[in-house]
């Protein structure tokens, strides 16, 4: 059994419904009902893409709220940005459909791909790459699903290599030099793949005691950000070297990475800090 304050932190670093399968504990959204993440706006401000009073919002450090569009009935698990396309992932609400939205400016969103004939969800994306499962009833994952997005739009593609955690979700993609590496957290800790194509995986030295939420490639180096799984406490690192305690409070649950700055959620605020420290 997880104790409180490990299932807390698993709980904050899981997406919403992931998290909805570990033991109860203390809400851990603060004043949302629930958050897809923090990404980097075009013009290179940190926003955290939330869930408040019905509608998805957009939240600033300054707390500063903009309503968006075009995302009514979104469930939404996680976002990112490439400098010039936002990306949020999820499922339509209800009976769930893995669905993709994309935008160019975080406030007006569009559909760019949506699943058919299966429960689904998507609870990651990286750069061009979205990875999900086939959910059953509770929504527990049962098989693993992904996207990629080429010159024709959004298209599933085959995975092989991650069939062993196919029973857990997905909490962070990012794209690397050469490929994507991906994190999925169990009740130990964190497990990592690399691939070349997002097709084809291969499993990495895995990050025991941390929840991932986030990764990403600075200077030629993937960061992390998470919270430890015993306390809760906040943590960042860099792959194959030593994990740290970012300058953030103690209560601090990691939502992922805006560019190259880590974003947190702390008395119902946003901070973000240099994750390449």
Same mark, same amino acid.
């Given at each position: 059994?997880?104790?409180?304050?490990?299932?807390?932190?698993?709980?904050?670093?899981?997406?919403?419904?992931?998290? $909805?399968?570990?033991?109860?504990?203390?809400?851990?959204?603060?004043? !949302?009902?629930?958050?897809?993440? %923090? !990404?980097?706006?075009?013009?290179?401000?940190?926003?955290? *893409?939330?869930?408040?009073?019905?509608?998805?919002?957009?939240?600033?450090?300054?707390?500063?709220?903009?309503?968006?569009?075009?995302?009514? $009935?979104?469930?939404?698990?996680?976002?990112? $940005?490439?400098?010039?396309?936002?990306?949020a992932v999820g499922a339509l609400n209800g009976d769930p459909i893995a669905t993709?939205?994309e935008s160019t400016d975080g406030v007006t969103w569009r559909e760019a791909r949506?699943?058919?004939?299966?429960?689904?969800? !998507?609870?990651? %994306?990286?750069?061009? *790459?979205?990875?999900?499962?086939?959910?059953?009833h509770e929504r527990a994952p049962v098989v693993r699903i992904a996207a990629r997005?080429?010159?024709?739009?959004?298209?599933?593609?085959?995975?092989?290599?991650?069939?062993?955690?196919?029973?857990?979700?997905?909490?962070?993609?990012?794209?690397?030099?050469?490929?994507?590496?991906?994190?999925?957290?169990?009740?130990?800790?964190?497990?990592?793949?690399?691939?070349?194509?997002?097709?084809?995986?291969?499993?990495?030295?895995?990050?025991?005691?941390?929840?991932?939420? $986030?990764?990403?490639?600075?200077?030629?180096?993937?960061?992390?950000?998470?919270?430890?799984?015993?306390?809760?406490?906040?943590?960042?690192?860099?792959?194959?070297?030593?994990?740290?305690?970012?300058?953030?409070?103690?209560?601090?649950?990691?939502?992922?990475?805006?560019?190259?700055?880590?974003?947190?959620?702390?008395?119902?605020? *946003?901070?973000?800090?240099?994750?390449?420290?």
């Amino acid at each position: 059994m997880l104790g409180a304050a490990a299932t807390a932190a698993l709980t904050s670093a899981l997406p919403t419904h992931a998290a $909805g399968a570990a033991p109860a504990s203390a809400d851990t959204s603060d004043i !949302f009902g629930k958050n897809a993440g %923090v !990404f980097l706006a075009p013009g290179g401000t940190p926003l955290l *893409l939330a869930h408040q009073d019905g509608q998805w919002v957009l939240i600033a450090e300054d707390g500063s709220v903009r309503i968006t569009e075009g995302l009514a $009935g979104a469930d939404l698990v996680d976002v990112t $940005g490439n400098g010039t396309t936002l990306t949020a992932v999820g499922a339509l609400n209800g009976d769930p459909i893995a669905t993709i939205w994309e935008s160019t400016d975080g406030v007006t969103w569009r559909e760019a791909r949506r699943l058919h004939g299966v429960r689904s969800e !998507f609870t990651a %994306v990286g750069d061009g *790459l979205a990875l999900g499962s086939v959910v059953k009833h509770e929504r527990a994952p049962v098989v693993r699903i992904a996207a990629r997005r080429t010159g024709s739009g959004w298209n599933t593609v085959p995975v092989r290599g991650l069939e062993w955690t196919d029973g857990l979700s997905a909490t962070a993609v990012a794209a690397t030099g050469d490929g994507w590496i991906a994190a999925a957290v169990d009740i130990s800790g964190t497990v990592l793949h690399t691939s070349r194509d997002g097709v084809t995986w291969t499993v990495r030295p895995r990050l025991d005691g941390v929840a991932v939420r $986030g990764l990403t490639l600075v200077d030629g180096r993937v960061h992390w950000v998470g919270n430890e799984m015993v306390d809760a406490t906040p943590l960042t690192g860099v792959l194959d070297a030593d994990r740290t305690r970012p300058a953030v409070p103690q209560d601090a649950k990691a939502l992922g990475v805006a560019g190259t700055r880590s974003g947190w959620l702390t008395g119902g605020r *946003l901070i973000t800090v240099e994750a390449a420290r």
